[in-house]
Structure formats: C-alpha cells, structure tokens
C-alpha cells in the first residue's frame, strides 16, 4: 500500500471495530467518514464483500487500491446516484445475484445487483435487537415501511407474530425469502402490500391492535389520498393514527433518519407519550442521523 497515512486509517478503523465482528454480525460499517477522518467516504462490510459509498462522483486509485489490498469483494456506489442504479464491481470474485450475510445471528438476503439499496439498513441493527430482546412469544408485531423486514425477522426470533407493511411488493417477497433463510415459517405471518396510512386507519376501524408499532417513513412522501407527508411538520399525524391501533402497556418505536430535524424537534411532536431516545450503533461514528425513540404510554 502506497499512501501510509490512508493505511493508518483503515487500519484503525477496522481496529475499532474488531468487537462487533464476533461470528453472530457481518453487517458492519466499517470506516464512517469524517468520523474516521476518511471525509466522504463511508465503506461497510456486507459479509461476503465490502462496499465503499463516495459522497463524490469518483474514488481515487489510491483508496480504491488501499481497499483491494484486503483482499475481500469490493463494489462502489456513488451517495447521490439514482436509486435505481446498482453497485459497481471493483475488485476480486464476483458475488452471486444474492448473497447472505448476518447480523446477531439472524440471516438476511443481500443483493449488490438490485439497485441502490443492498437488502437491509445496517444503522438500525440495535433496535432490531432491542425489540428482539423486549418482545415476549405470542406479542403481536407491526413493522410498516418495512423495506424486506428485517425488523420482523428480528421479533419473529422471539417468537412474535409479525404484520410487515410495505408498498412494494418487491420488498415484501424479500422479506418472505428471510423467513424462510431463517427457517421460519413465513406462513404463520402477516404480509400486507399498501400504504401505511391507509392500513393503519383500516387496521383501527378493525379494532385491530399490535403491542409493537415501527415506523420508520421516508422523509417525505405521500399517502394513497395523495396527502403530502413531512417527517419534520407530519409524523405526529403518523404517530396518533399508529396510538389507534396500539394494545394496552403496547410500544411505538418512531425513527427517521432525516438529517434536518434534531433529536429535540423530533421528540416535540410525540405529545401525551413516554419517550426514550436510542443512540446510533458505535460503528456510526460520524454525525448521529438517525433518530429513534421508544414511546410507552401510562
Ligand atoms: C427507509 S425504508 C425503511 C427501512 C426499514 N424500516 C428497515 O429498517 O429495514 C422505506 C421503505 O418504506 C416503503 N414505503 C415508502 N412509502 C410507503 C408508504 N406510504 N407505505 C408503506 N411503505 C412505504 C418503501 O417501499 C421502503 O421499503
């Protein structure tokens, strides 16, 4: 390796992060940008192969080089391409349309070939294991925005019963393959394609309720009325339509990872709820984006 002071850096950084690969998660984020001293680049392990995300619209030899010295896959994706853009393959053995990498234990289906977004959001690994660790066998589980469930999979381990919501359909059959990689019966969950407003004022003129609630919308979309959704002017009409359907002594955990809204804003707009904020994972090291917030309710 060329350039010392770019191997001093990966160095470190792996070092830091040595504890979290213990054989049970291999979905890691590995050099977290400026928080590594590396501005504009973050790199994470998806197990099998390492992708490198630039801020810019190239990477340099040097780090591409430095990178390929560890001998592992590595793809590329620029941070502002178009979302349906894949990975590019850099360097080593190509891995295969989908793969599978772990995270505390659980499998899940990854793709550097299915566009922009790799088949799970690694940043919110500790509250997949805290609902993992708060749930109880038989509790009911909604997970909306689900993207390929991960949040399900993680509360089915415990032996819940998941609903998981999402428009795609794409998503929803990826979250069904999770199951099954898991060795669970998707059969005996819940999977409904939608939009979360709709189901979630269908689910309470049901009188269906869930002890668990996740939400976790884009930042800004729009409901099946056509009605505009701002997470910093609108969760709390998001928020009170997910009350609706929650049981008694049941939890909402409420995250977004939209960086214009502080922790303190996002916080003002549950009312009348108990709220404990959850940090970022310690592989995070660069700004704390996403904000999440478990709300109980007396
Ligand atoms: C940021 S991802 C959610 C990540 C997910 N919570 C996780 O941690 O894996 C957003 C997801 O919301 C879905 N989505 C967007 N608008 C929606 C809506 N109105 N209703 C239901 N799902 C929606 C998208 O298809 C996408 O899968």
Redesign the pocket.
């Known amino acids: 390796m060329s350039n010392p002071r770019l191997h001093e850096i990966i160095s470190r950084s792996l070092q830091k992060r040595e504890s979290l690969q213990n054989g049970e998660t291999s979905l890691i984020r590995l050099i977290d940008g400026q928080g590594d001293t590396l501005p504009g680049h973050i790199l994470e392990s998806y197990g099998k192969g390492w992708l490198i995300s630039t801020t810019g619209s190239s990477l340099s030899p040097e780090i591409r080089d430095a990178l390929s010295s560890y001998g592992k896959p590595l793809y590329w994706k620029r941070l502002d391409q178009h979302q349906k853009e894949s990975p590019v393959h850099l360097y080593g053995e190509e891995l295969p349309e989908f793969f599978s990498g772990l995270e505390n234990g659980l499998k899940c289906r990854l793709s550097f070939k299915s566009g922009y977004s790799q088949g ?2 690694i940043d ?1 690994r500790n509250n997949r294991d805290a609902l993992r660790k708060m749930v109880s066998p038989g509790q009911t589980v909604l997970n ?5 469930g ?2 399900s999979i993680a509360a089915a381990a415990a032996g819940a019963v998941t609903s998981t ?4 359909q794409v ?1 929803l059959d990826w979250a069904r393959e999770n199951f099954l990689l898991n060795g669970m019966n998707p059969g005996d969950h819940y999977f409904c394609k939608g ?3 709709h189901w979630l004022r269908r689910f309470a003129k049901q009188n269906r309720t869930f002890d668990y609630i ?1 939400l ?3 930042t800004f ?1 729009r ?1 099946d009325k056509g009605k505009v959704f701002r997470v910093e002017k609108d969760y709390n009409r998001l928020f009170d339509l997910a009350i609706a359907c929650l049981a008694p002594g049941g939890r909402i955990l409420a995250c977004t990872n939209f960086r214009g809204i502080s922790i303190d804003d996002f916080m003002k707009q549950f009312k009348g709820a108990h709220l404990t904020a959850s940090p970022m994972p310690k592989d995070f090291t660069d700004t704390s984006y996403l904000k999440s917030v478990w709300a109980t309710f007396t």
């Open positions: 799970i959001f919110q909306t925005f689900a993207y390929t991960f949040f919501l999402d428009l795609s998503y939009d979360t407003f996740i976790d919308p884009p979309s409901d």
